[in-house]
């Protein structure tokens, strides 16, 4: 491929040898194409079919499936006769009741994944297995993962999930605006009073339409990945024990304050996403800086490409300690899954095999979950991408194995309410009702008295007593059709 060419996504996988020569299915994130390769094991004759979901950035075709199913049935399922686990695509907001309906029903995949909203992982909470007491039986550290993310899944009962993949989030940006408007690149240990000088110079109005700095994901309803920004400034969001809202803190009010004063000048916009994908506002011309992660690199690639001068730079530094957004997609075990060996399993499969998790990051540039692969990442994608050859591509790496990458956090007893709560009075400190101060001492007034109600209250069901309840009701009706037969 010539380096002054746009990399396609067929290229991409051509190059690691995961294309065979057909068309790309556009917007799709893979090549639509036959799979070729070793012949599955041949089935025994009760065979344990056993779904399961992984995290694969991108919209799920016939063809990615077939390609993770593949490498499952070569490696999984070939050292596992009598086992047959089956790829099923990961889960996004809008199908979490879905997922609970199968989980509940005693269907649901061995191995849970979720992500696209800040209540999925609550949702899916009751029904996950705590790791532990499986981590420390098969002597499995902590240390692989960040610890940063490694946070939001600690829970009293124990550490509930493992992420699926880092995302810690840096800027990518657009070095040509820059040029035009005479200002100097960002150097990377930029401070967040730099940021605010340097955004300040990238502000538009022409023709009509409104050119932003940069994207500040704080929006109402997916707030959680601005929750970084009170680490920043030497807040926090809630206390260790989840139960207790720390916003009214001055750390806290102060980050909440820079970031809103930004947007309501319209310096910043907390719209992250664009219509066209997760950097559409960067190839369009309607920002200059913009946060990314998950499929930020292969968006990159393919429309920034070589058409566009950009480069990737961190966070800038914030007063009191470095701070990154990171995503909370994750890695759980079904509790209620019939087979809990395989389930533990399929799970250090699907988490720790370095096979499975550098072929994902083939699939589609998604940055990895183990911190021991960073350096395989990158060789993959500058080996996959030559215009990555002279990104900064390494600030992806530093977040997540220094562990400063914060993500969602979630209240213990009502995480699904209070997320409900912080949305409504975060949408009227927007739309200028409330000052910063106000709405984040109303936050934590309502969302403290949810948690002391709950926590004096009869717990409510877990995730063990609603699968024992719908099973209870399918045996009762089936008994109703039997007498009624």
């Given amino acids: 491929m010539c380096e002054g060419r746009v990399v396609t996504r ?25 799979v070729s390769g070793a012949a599955k094991p041949e089935s025994l004759p009760a065979v344990l079919h056993v779904p399961f979901q992984i995290n694969v950035q991108g919209a799920p075709t016939a063809a990615s499936t077939a390609l993770v199913q ?15 686990a089956q790829y099923v695509h990961w889960t996004t907001g809008p199908e979490i009741p879905g997922l609970v309906a199968a989980i509940t029903a005693g269907q649901g995949p061995y191995i849970l994944t979720t992500g696209g909203c800040d209540t999925c992982f609550p949702s899916i909470l009751p029904f996950l297995k705590p790791l532990d007491g499986l981590l420390r039986q098969d002597n499995i550290p902590l240390s692989l993962w960040s610890s940063g993310q490694l946070a939001t899944f600690r829970y009293p009962q124990g550490l509930m999930a493992v992420p699926a993949y880092t995302a810690a989030q840096p800027y990518v940006y657009r070095q040509d605006i820059l040029d035009e408007l005479g200002l100097t690149y960002p150097e990377p240990d930029w401070t967040y009073t730099d940021a605010v000088r340097i955004w300040q110079g990238c502000v538009s109005d022409k023709g009509g339409r409104h050119r932003y700095a940069a994207t500040l994901d ?15 400034f030497g807040g926090a969001f809630m206390d260790a024990t989840h139960t207790r809202c720390l916003l009214d803190q001055s750390g806290s009010i102060a980050g909440g304050e820079w970031a809103f004063d930004l947007i309501w000048n319209g310096v910043a916009t907390n719209r992250g996403h664009w219509p ?15 946060e990314g992660a998950g499929g930020t690199m292969l968006s990159a690639v393919e429309n920034l490409g070589t058409r566009f ?19 909370v997609d994750f890695y759980g075990i079904n509790a ?38 960073w350096d395989e990442w990158e060789a993959i994608l500058r080996a996959t991408a030559p215009v990555l050859r002279t990104k900064a591509i390494g600030y992806w790496k530093q977040a997540a194995v220094d562990g400063y990458g914060y993500g969602v956090q979630f209240f213990r007893y009502e995480p699904i309410q209070a997320v409900q709560v912080i949305d409504g009075t975060w949408a009227d400190i927007w739309q200028h009702r409330m000052s910063v101060s106000e709405g984040f001492g109303q936050i934590v007034q309502q969302v403290d008295a949810l948690e002391t109600a709950a926590a004096s209250a009869p717990p409510p069901a877990s995730g063990a007593q609603r699968i024992a309840a719908a099973q209870r009701e399918r045996r009762r009706l089936a008994r109703m059709l039997e007498a009624a037969r």
């Fill in 218 to 232: 704080t929006q109402p309803g997916d707030i959680g990945e601005g929750y970084f920004l009170f680490q920043g």
């Fill in 309 to 327: 001068k950009w480069d990737l730079i961190p966070y800038p530094r914030w007063p009191v300690r470095p701070a990154t957004a990171v995503q």
């Fill in 10 to 34: 067929r290229v991409l996988l051509s190059r690691l040898g995961l294309a065979c020569g057909a068309t790309v299915l556009a917007g799709t994130g893979l090549v639509g194409c036959a």
């Fill in 336 to 373: 209620a899954a019939p087979r809990q060996d395989i389930a533990w399993e399929l799970f250090k499969f699907v988490t720790l095999d370095p096979g499975l998790n550098g072929f994902v990051m083939k699939l589609s540039l998604q940055e990895p979950a183990l911190l021991s692969l």
């Fill in 276 to 290: 066209g994908g997760e950097l559409a506002g960067l190839w369009l011309g309607e920002c200059v800086f913009s």
């Fill in 70 to 84: 593949q490498y499952v049935d070569e490696h999984f399922n070939a050292e596992h006769p009598g086992v047959q």
